[in-house]
T-cell receptor
Framework: DGGITQSPKYLFRKEGQNVTLSCEQNLNHDAMYWYRQDPGQGLRLIYYSQIVNDFQKGDIAEGYSVSREKKESFPLTVTSAQKNPTAFYLC??????????????????FGPGTRLTVT | AQKITQTQPGMFVQEKEAVTLDCTYDTSDPSYGLFWYKQPSSGEMIFLIYQGSYDQQNATEGRYSLNFQKARKSANLVISASQLGDSAMYFCAMRELWMDSSYKLIFGSGTRLLVRP
């Protein structure tokens, strides 16, 4: 089955430790994304990668880092510099596509998420 | 400025009835796309429906339809014949041009829908 996997589902860390969240996709999508969701809120973009070895900061990149060495993988590291790391983290990927009217489609497919708790 | 606004933090609907979830947006880009996602308690985001700004007809996907009113900048989600499994958070999102050649999704704050038996 094609899809996006994130591991682990729940993660607990002590304050001051770096932690890496895994994201793997076998959909052959070029673009991959990391979002953060806080309780009762929508998603905010952390980082985005359009192709291998290239990525851009999103709206809330401070305290986070990423790598994109393979098309299938886009791990996110939450560093000790992130002041409020406790949140739900969602990874997504998207293909390129067009609708019948010729517009870009860019539907994003999401993984199941990782809930990170830092104490 | 808020680009996607969902004014209903929570809604109730009786099973088998229809419900409309509101979404308004703000953009100056003539080419844009609007999405609705469902997020059950498990946390995964499930794509429901998409509307492109040039699409002449309102999008429909099974029990989901999108009431697209371009002049009013609204893209309301209509769920017909509600089921208990429809209880979830619903997010409206807009595709926005970013970095001149890429796109990102801007999400609203969501509406929590509870379906009553």
């Amino acid at each position: 089955d094609g899809g996006i996997t994130q591991s682990p589902k729940y993660l607990f860390r002590k304050e001051g430790q770096n932690v890496t969240l895994s994201c793997e996709q076998n959909l052959n999508h070029d673009a991959m994304y990391w979002y953060r969701q806080d309780p009762g809120q929508g998603l905010r973009l952390i980082y985005y990668s359009q192709i291998v070895n290239d990525f851009q900061k999103g709206d809330i990149a401070e305290g986070y880092s990423v790598s994109r060495e393979k098309k299938e993988s886009f791990p996110l590291t939450v560093t000790s510099a992130q002041k409020n790391p406790t949140a739900f983290y969602l990874c997504a990927s998207s293909p390129y596509g067009e609708t019948s009217t010729g517009q870009d489609f860019y539907e994003q497919y999401f993984g199941p998420g990782t809930r990170l708790t830092v104490t | 400025a808020q680009k996607i606004t969902q004014t209903q933090p929570g809604m109730f609907v009786q099973e088998k009835e229809a419900v409309t979830l509101d979404c308004t947006y703000d953009t100056s880009d003539p080419s844009y796309g609007l999405f609705w996602y469902k997020q059950p308690s498990s946390g995964e985001m499930i794509f429901l429906i998409y509307q492109g700004s040039y699409d002449q007809q309102n999008a429909t996907e099974g029990r989901y339809s999108l009431n697209f009113q371009k002049a009013r900048k609204s893209a309301n989600l209509v769920i017909s014949a509600s089921q208990l499994g429809d209880s979830a958070m619903y997010f409206c999102a807009m595709r926005e041009l970013w970095m001149d050649s890429s796109y990102k999704l801007i999400f609203g704050s969501g509406t929590r829908l509870l379906v009553r038996p």
